[in-house]
């Protein structure tokens, strides 16, 4: 049997844990931020409020084999990706505290998440099988990241404080894809079933998750069923449809499926380095959320 040649790996960026940012949470956001479109904006909202415990899931799953990592750069890795994360919950957190005022039980949804993935998974499943779930979800997030950045369309409506957010969350999701996934083949030693099976239930698991949140906040912003039934029918072609979010994640998201399968071997998109330098220069993460935005929105010369 021949083993695929594995492509030639991308440049890697570091990976940053940036700290105490200030994307104006507090300020007056729209309850619609997403141009004023409830089915968008509560679909990103019903995200937020599974990342505080979903972040603290990939966390102890990656954890799980820190003991056994003898390679440095790994190990540095491993580190640098477990405080981003814990910075991704704590500004979601801040973000949710939001939702809450808007009515939304914010409390009831994250024990919910706390329950099913810290009292059912990690209890009743090997470390090998949720170490794969976390690589596999690193794999969405970061082929998520690439496709709500790498054109403008995108997020064009969304409210610039959100964008930035997203834009942030997103940047560091490319920063820190390949982590878990080293963990899981070079310490776990998980293989291709597994790793790839994964997937499947992740992604039928997140995306159940968020709809049926996204369900529930519309309800609580008193929309009839009808009323619902429409907006998820326009929502869903708006994801799956031509041109859609998921519709332009397709090829990416694929490629795990490919025997010798690695994250870096497609790189960051071309706009990383812009946010990058933005942020580097300016120290502020609204700045370089728009010079995103900004730099798609430049005539082509
Ligand atoms: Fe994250
Ligand atoms: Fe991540």
Same mark, same amino acid.
């Given at each position: ?5 594995? =492509? ?32 968008? =904006? ?5 995200? =937020? ?18 003991d056994r990592i003898t390679d440095p750069r790994l190990l540095a890795d491993v580190r640098d990706f477990m405080r981003q994360e814990g910075q991704h919950g704590i500004v979601h957190s801040q973000y949710n505290d939001r939702l809450r005022s808007q009515g939304i039980d914010v409390d009831k949804l994250e024990a919910f998440q706390r329950h099913m993935m810290f009292e059912v998974v990690r209890k009743r499943f090997p470390a090998e099988m949720t170490l794969a779930d976390t690589a596999a979800a690193e794999h969405l997030t970061a082929?998520?990241? =690439? ?60 995306? $159940?998750?968020? $709809? ?5 906040? $519309? ?16 929502? $869903? ?65």
């Amino acid at each position: 049997m021949t083993h695929p040649t594995p =492509s030639a790996p991308a440049a890697t960026p570091t990976i940053v844990p940036r700290e105490k940012l200030d994307f104006g949470l507090d300020g007056d956001i729209p309850r619609y931020w997403f141009g004023g479109d409830a089915f968008k =904006s509560r679909y990103f909202d019903a995200m =937020s409020t599974i990342f505080p415990e979903g972040e603290r899931y990939f966390i102890s799953c990656v954890r799980d084999f820190r003991d056994r990592i003898t390679d440095p750069r790994l190990l540095a890795d491993v580190r640098d990706f477990m405080r981003q994360e814990g910075q991704h919950g704590i500004v979601h957190s801040q973000y949710n505290d939001r939702l809450r005022s808007q009515g939304i039980d914010v409390d009831k949804l994250e024990a919910f998440q706390r329950h099913m993935m810290f009292e059912v998974v990690r209890k009743r499943f090997p470390a090998e099988m949720t170490l794969a779930d976390t690589a596999a979800a690193e794999h969405l997030t970061a082929t998520m990241a =690439s496709a709500l950045c790498q054109d403008p369309k995108v997020l064009a409506q969304a409210d610039p404080r959100m964008r930035a957010m997203y834009a942030w969350h997103a940047m560091e999701e490319m920063e820190h894809k390949a982590v878990a996934f080293d963990v899981l083949q070079k310490v776990a030693q998980v293989g291709y079933l597994r790793r790839t099976f994964a997937l499947v239930l992740v992604t039928f698991g997140f995306n $159940l998750n968020v $709809l049926l949140t996204t369900r529930y906040m $519309l309800k609580v912003d008193g929309y009839s069923r009808w009323q619902r039934a429409r907006m998820f029918a326009k929502g $869903l072609w708006w994801l799956c449809g031509a041109g859609g979010l998921y519709a332009r994640m397709i090829p990416a998201y694929l490629r795990y499926f490919k025997p010798g399968f690695h994250p870096w071997e497609s790189g960051v998109i071309d706009s990383y380095q812009v946010w990058l330098d933005t942020f580097n220069r300016t120290g502020d993460p609204l700045q370089a959320g728009e010079a995103l935005q900004n730099l798609h929105a430049r005539p082509a010369a």
